[in-house]
């Protein structure tokens, strides 16, 4: 009989738990825009880089199509102050001048012979001053055909073709940003994993206006989730890291889903309804149970396990003889709660 009690079995500690996707991420405006189109349903398996949403480009594109024909016509006239006056345009020019020289001179002749037979009264006074107009104008139009050559043979300013360059670089540094924009417009997701965003959402959001920042899919990782388990702090002595995990979920209660601790929370919390994580918990100097949450990866291939779905759970803490599994809460007992009486 006494043998009997020496036999070993697993010690197993149980609790309850709920499901959470190990990592959950979600893909959201990167910029203000309407909702152009949802690529993805509820269920959908997507890859990190996926192509999930599409907000509205046509203001944007309109905006890079007139930048990129800005940049053409810049381009055009930089080229040409950087090249220069063409050896054609200059002796165009000074034809120009050599005719307006010639006609200037016709024009002098012409009022001079107009003073004088005005002089002898021979032509009105209008029409002298007719003569004495056409000879100012060509002397103007003289004058700015010689300044054009001028401007021709100097060449280009350093100037100019600074003032020039910099409006490019200007234009093709506002095309590079429409560009980013237009990038930023699809929304990608962020992780691999799979859409939980419910049906309904991603058909309403579509047409809808957003910010930079607001929601528009949801992806949740779930091929590995991780089970949060809440155990007393009186079972918690026995609990390590690697120990092996077995769970029951209310949904599926003929299938059991297996894994191992990851983690053992450093603060213990007084709820133990599992709402409460060690982070986030206050320290309660009143009485009441504590509870100390504890996590485990559960392999989820058929992705049945659904975040937030509640069950049971055991750890299995290692093999101790039957006696020490029937007295071990009695002992515990006994060496605390009686160990403060002495």
Known sequence: MLALFLVPMELKVAGEFRVLPIRNADARAEIEGIVERIYVDEGTRVHKGDLVARLVDRDYRAELRKTEAEIAQKSAQLKLLEIGPRPEDIAAQRSRVAKAREQLKYLQKLREMSRALFARQLISLKELEAAEAQAAVQEQELQETRFRLQVLLAG?????????????????????????????????????????????????????????????????????????????????????????????????????????????????????????????????????????????????????????LTGKVKIYCGRRPIIDLMTRRLARYVRVEFWSWW
């Open 156 to 308: 280009s300013r350093p100037e100019e073709i600074a003032a020039a360059q910099a409006e490019l670089a200007r234009l093709e540094a506002q095309r590079r940003y429409l560009q980013e924009q237009i990038e930023l417009l699809d929304v990608r997701s962020p992780i691999t994993g799979v859409v939980t965003s419910p049906w309904r959402y991603l058909r309403d959001v579509v047409g809808t206006h957003v910010k930079k920042g607001d929601l528009l899919v949801r992806v949740h990782e779930l091929d590995t989730v991780t089970a949060e388990i809440v155990l007393p702090e009186k079972e918690i002595g026995d609990v390590q890291v690697g120990q092996p995990v077995a769970v029951k979920v209310r949904a599926y209660p003929y299938q059991t889903f297996h894994g191992k601790v990851t983690s053992i929370a450093t603060t213990a919390t007084s709820s133990l309804d599992g709402n409460v994580t060690p982070a986030a918990a206050p320290i309660d100097e009143g009485e009441g149970p504590r509870a100390v949450l504890v996590t485990s990866q559960i392999e989820n291939g058929s992705h049945l396990l659904k975040p937030e």
